[in-house]
């Protein structure tokens, strides 16, 4: 079947408030305050967009049309957060070790991992935000550092990177 095809089968008014009701519920259950200015609605544009265009290819999917722009959104909004987290962990401001007051800058450190703790954080998770802060970014120089594979790194920062956006709101409040 055509995207065409598709698209006239499918009652789309229906799909794309489905759709935005999916990417509402989404937004508010990850909890991400900073959402650049985009709103629900805008995801689901961006993904009809993308599936119009070809650059979600509709035509190898294996699936229904409704379950492809679901994964299609499911995965936008995934990356979406992804990468606001890592330009999160990239820059974490709040923990810069070059500043001025490196006292508070300890402190301040100090007390992000005692949130990361209390957040469940286990001491792989505590080793490699360590390695972030101190300006070690790479998963091979971070495995090199720990002694450990670099498999391994990666499921550790997957672990973190879900504990940041609790962190970042919780650490706020010492700045």
Same mark, same amino acid.
């Given at each position: 079947?055509?995207?065409? =095809?598709?698209?006239?089968?499918?009652?789309?008014?229906?799909?794309?408030?489905?759709?935005?009701?999916?990417?509402?519920?989404?937004?508010?259950? *990850?909890?991400?305050?900073?959402?650049?200015?985009?709103?629900? =609605?805008?995801?689901?544009?961006?993904?009809?967009?993308?599936?119009?265009?070809?650059?979600?290819?509709?035509?190898?999917?294996?699936?229904?049309?409704?379950?492809?722009?679901?994964?299609?959104?499911?995965?936008?909004?995934?990356?979406?957060?992804?990468?606001?987290?890592?330009?999160?962990?990239?820059? #974490?401001?709040?923990?810069?070790?070059?500043?001025?007051?490196?006292?508070?800058?300890?402190?301040?450190?100090?007390?992000? *991992?005692? *949130?990361?703790?209390?957040?469940?954080?286990?001491?792989?998770?505590?080793?490699?935000?360590?390695?972030?802060?101190?300006?070690?970014?790479? #998963?091979?120089?971070?495995?090199?550092?720990?002694?450990?594979?670099?498999?391994?790194?990666?499921?550790?920062?997957?672990?973190?990177?879900?504990?940041?956006?609790?962190?970042?709101?919780?650490?706020?409040?010492?700045?």
């Amino acid at each position: 079947m055509t995207l065409e =095809e598709a698209l006239k089968i499918n009652n789309m008014d229906e799909l794309i408030d489905s759709m935005t009701a999916y990417a509402y519920t989404y937004i508010k259950t *990850i909890g991400l305050k900073d959402l650049q200015g985009k709103q629900a =609605e805008d995801f689901v544009a961006e993904v009809l967009m993308k599936v119009a265009e070809g650059d979600r290819d509709w035509n190898k999917a294996t699936c229904s049309f409704k379950e492809f722009l679901f994964g299609c959104l499911r995965s936008h909004m995934s990356n979406f957060v992804k990468s606001k987290r890592q330009s999160f962990v990239d820059d #974490p401001k709040y923990l810069d070790s070059d500043t001025a007051d490196c006292g508070k800058s300890d402190e301040l450190r100090d007390k992000a *991992i005692f *949130i990361l703790i209390d957040e469940g954080a286990d001491e792989d998770e505590i080793n490699v935000f360590d390695c972030w802060v101190d300006g070690i970014k790479k #998963p091979s120089d971070i495995a090199n550092q720990l002694n450990k594979d670099v498999k391994e790194v990666y499921n550790i920062a997957k672990r973190l990177i879900r504990r940041i956006p609790k962190l970042q709101e919780q650490i706020k409040i010492f700045i």
